[in-house]
């Protein structure tokens, strides 16, 4: 019984983990664009996608190891269908991203008011389908990186915070100006619910969900299974 409780108690500091390391991830990287609106550019568009880039490598490395560093309802959602992540702990995960997420939009608004849409993710002149497809690529080859640094047993080791975060950078900087590149339906959710702004907001849920799934079929096939090829 003890041993129960204590696993539960493990649990909900994991979870919390998610909260926090959600919260981060948006106060930065949608932080950054909304200074960027009031700096008139100082940071520029490569400075943001160095940002979200840079503060994913530091929550991976910070919090890899409490909770598996997630930060995203996608990545959650793609370890479970992988068989890296139970199903119990699913939906309390998704919850806890989208909290930490719509905690870091309020505290945004309140510091910084209601400027640059609060960094919601738009379709570039309303293309939902353009974006909708490219969100699935850029999740799609964001989930094979995490797959093949950070879950597969045989990757190097100490290395997948980096791969991922450049990957998140790289994809932020190349396609932000024509999808947002959120990858990430919690990211998208936190500013879209605070700032009120639904325009094509099922594409940041579809898309990043869609490519992540597509991402476990794949790696599945590439790496026999995660398993060694005999």
Do not use: C
Not at 216 to 226: A, E, G, T, W
């Amino acid at each position: 019984m003890k041993s129960f409780f204590k696993q539960i108690s493990v649990h909900r500091y994991q979870t919390l983990a998610e909260a926090i390391g959600t919260f981060t991830l948006v106060f930065a990287g949608t932080g950054a664009v909304m200074v960027n609106d009031i700096s008139k550019g100082a940071i520029t568009h490569v400075g943001i996608s160095f940002v979200f880039g840079a503060i994913v490598v530091a929550l991976i490395y910070a919090m890899g190891h409490l909770s598996g560093a997630h930060f995203n309802p996608a990545v959650t959602l793609a370890f479970w269908t992988s068989g890296f992540f139970p199903k119990h702990r699913v939906l309390p995960y998704i919850l806890a991203q989208s909290l930490g997420a719509i905690v870091a939009s309020a505290l945004l608004l309140m510091s910084l008011g209601r400027v640059a849409n609060l960094g919601v993710t738009l379709p570039l002149n309303g293309n939902w389908l353009q974006s909708l497809v490219l969100e699935t690529v850029l999740t799609f080859i964001l989930m094979l990186v995490i797959f093949g640094s950070g879950l597969d047993r045989r990757a190097h080791i100490g290395f997948a915070g980096l791969a991922i975060g450049l990957t998140v950078g790289v994809e932020a900087a190349f396609m932000g100006p024509i999808t947002g590149a959120s990858m990430n339906p919690a990211r998208s959710f936190g500013p879209a619910l605070v700032g009120a702004i639904w325009q094509y907001h099922w594409v940041y849920w579809v898309g990043p969900i869609l490519g992540a799934q597509l991402a476990v079929i794949v790696y599945k096939q590439l790496s026999n299974d995660f398993q060694d090829i005999r």
